[in-house]
Nanobody
Framework: QVQLAESGGGLVQAGASLRLSCAAS????????MGWFRQAPGKEREFVAT??????????YYTDSVKGRCTISRDNAKNTLYLQMNSLKPEDTAVYYC?????????????????WGQGTQVTVSS
């Protein structure tokens, strides 16, 4: 099973930026598409962003609510996934999870990701 560890969450004011990171071992990062999901209090976990496997760059896809404000990226040399979040809003408050799937191509459905991190809390105050 893939071992994933998120970091970078915190408490920020609306309009601020955060960069989330997700560290994985090389064996478990290479060749896998990755994704970010989030779960707000009292709500189901939802898709945020995904990136395909690629030696350089990768295909990305975002949920509508974060398009233009968030950027998903991966550093294959460091086996690390990132989510840069700008112009944060109170409705972005959630636990953010990193996920990996056993495939190269992107996906937006939870069940297509087989490995998950423990999550990192992001709280945005108004």
């Amino acid at each position: 099973q893939v071992q994933l560890a998120e970091s970078g969450g915190g408490l920020v004011q609306a309009g601020a930026s955060l960069r989330l990171s997700c560290a994985a071992s090389r064996r478990t990062f290479s060749g896998r598409a990755m994704g970010w999901f989030r779960q707000a209090p009292g709500k189901e976990r939802e898709f945020v962003a995904t990136i395909s496997w690629s030696w350089v760059g990768g295909v990305t896809y975002y949920t509508d609510s974060v398009k233009g404000r968030c950027t998903i990226s991966r550093d294959n040399a460091k086996n690390t996934l990132y989510l840069q979040m700008n112009s944060l809003k109170p409705e972005d408050t959630a636990v953010y999870y990193c996920a990996a799937r056993d495939a190269h191509n992107i996906a937006t459905i939870e069940s297509l990701f087989g490995s998950w991190g423990q999550g990192t809390q992001v709280t945005v105050s108004s």
